[in-house]
Structure formats: C-alpha cells, structure tokens
T-cell receptor, first 111, second 111 residues
Framework: NAGVTQTPKFRILKIGQSMTLQCTQD?????MYWYRQDPGMGLKLIYYSVGAGITDKGEVPNGYNVSRSTTEDFPLRLELAAPSQTSVYFCASSPRNYEQYFGPGTRLTVT | QKEVEQNSGPLSVPEGAIASLNCTYSDRGSQSFFWYRQYSGKSPELIMS????GDKEDGRFTAQLNKASQYVSLLIRDSQPSDSATYLC???????????FGKGTSLLVTP
C-alpha cells in the first residue's frame, strides 16, 4: 500500500494564479481531510469529506474548494492565490475511528 | 480558551531518560485522543491512540488519559536521539469527524 500520496511536493505560484493539489489514498478510507500548517501555528482544517460526493468546511475554508468524486481522490483547489496561502498542505485519510494518516505534504509559496 | 493546549518546549532530556509530554483539552465530550510525531520537514505520524481512562503501553511509549481532568500525556521511556521531534496531541471534536490538534511540543534528546 502506498497509503496517502500528494502531488506536487513543492510549488511556487504567483499572486492570482490557481492550482489544484492532488491527494490519493489506497486504504479505502471513507474520511479524508485537508490541513494547512504554518510555522508555530499547528494544523488547521480546511475541508473534509465523509465519503464520495460529500464535503464540508473546516476552520479555514476561504480561498479553497474541494470535490470528492471517488473514494480514493480528494483534490484541493486554490483560486486566485494570495501570499496568505503560503503554507504546507497536508492531506489525511481515516477509517471510522478518527485515526488519521497523513500524506507527505505539499509546500506552497505564493509570491 | 484554546481547545487543545501543549507546552511548546523545547523539552530537553538526556538519552536514556523518560520524556513526559502533556496535553490538556477543553471539549468534555471528546472520546478519542491521539499522539502524533512530526520530524522537521515531514508529515505527522500516528504513534499512539487512547480511548479510555488509564494507561496504554506500546513499546517504549505509554499514553495516559484522565477524562475528569481533561488531560492526556505521553511518556517515552529510554529516550533516544531519534525521538527528537515535535509531538502533536490531537483530540476528536465532540461533533463531526474532525480532530483538534495542539501546536505541538518540541522534544530534544541529547546524547
């Protein structure tokens, strides 16, 4: 099992550009999550999904969108990138008991 | 009041000693508690989960939970330099499927 995979590993965006962060899991987990982690600030939940076709907002959803068309994939879309979105983004998946397993992360810089 | 609180550290212990990491949480309805280890530049890795009051041991790690005091701890016996990392405490939200993460405690094990 590859677990949770994320692409790309690194990306530099210009202000106003858009991009999609990809996340795929092969553990057949129903629950998937997107977090951002800023230095010294801990993990903040952006969006989560409890199954294909079902998504909901977390603490910091503004500027982001998600979709969940399959159990395996949970892409995160950034529209009109802003410097405040410079961060490390982690995708995670979970079976029903809340144990979350994280992907390797995407380091994004917006300049 | 912050939902999950941890001392940021750094906590410095000599090799072979016991490292004690502490976490308090505010949501009395929480039922699931986790410890994650995060090496610098890497993603969080689940190392312990605990769901009922008392102690749970796994190798050199012991998680302790006291729901009445809203307190979770992680003990690392025979600490090794490879244990040097940031340890994140996570607690499930009473409603929904998400976790609240603390900001983490930095542990440094010195040879």
């Amino acid at each position: 099992n590859a677990g949770v995979t994320q692409t790309p590993k690194f990306r530099i965006l210009k202000i106003g550009q858009s991009m999609t962060l990809q996340c795929t899991q092969d553990m057949n987990h129903n629950y998937m999550y997107w977090y951002r982690q800023d230095p010294g600030m801990g993990l903040k939940l952006i969006y989560y999904s409890v199954g294909a076709g079902i998504t909901d907002k977390g603490e910091v959803p503004n500027g982001y969108n998600v979709s969940r068309s399959t159990t395996e994939d949970f892409p995160l879309r950034l529209e009109l990138a802003a410097p405040s979105q410079t961060s490390v983004y982690f995708c995670a998946s979970s079976p029903r008991n809340y144990e979350q397993y994280f992907g390797p992360g995407t380091r994004l810089t917006v300049t | 009041q912050k939902e999950v609180e941890q001392n940021s550290g750094p906590l410095s212990v000599p090799e072979g000693a016991i490292a004690s990491l502490n976490c308090t949480y505010s949501d009395r309805g929480s039922q699931s508690f986790f410890w994650y280890r995060q090496y610098s530049g890497k993603s969080p890795e689940l190392i312990m989960s605990i769901y009922s009051n008392g102690d749970k041991e796994d190798g050199r790690f012991t998680a302790q939970l006291n729901k009445a005091s809203q307190y979770v701890s992680l003990l690392i016996r025979d600490s090794q330099p490879s244990d040097s990392a940031t340890y994140l405490c996570a607690v499930n939200k009473d409603s929904g499927y998400a976790l609240n993460f603390g900001k983490g405690t930095s542990l440094l094990v010195t040879p």
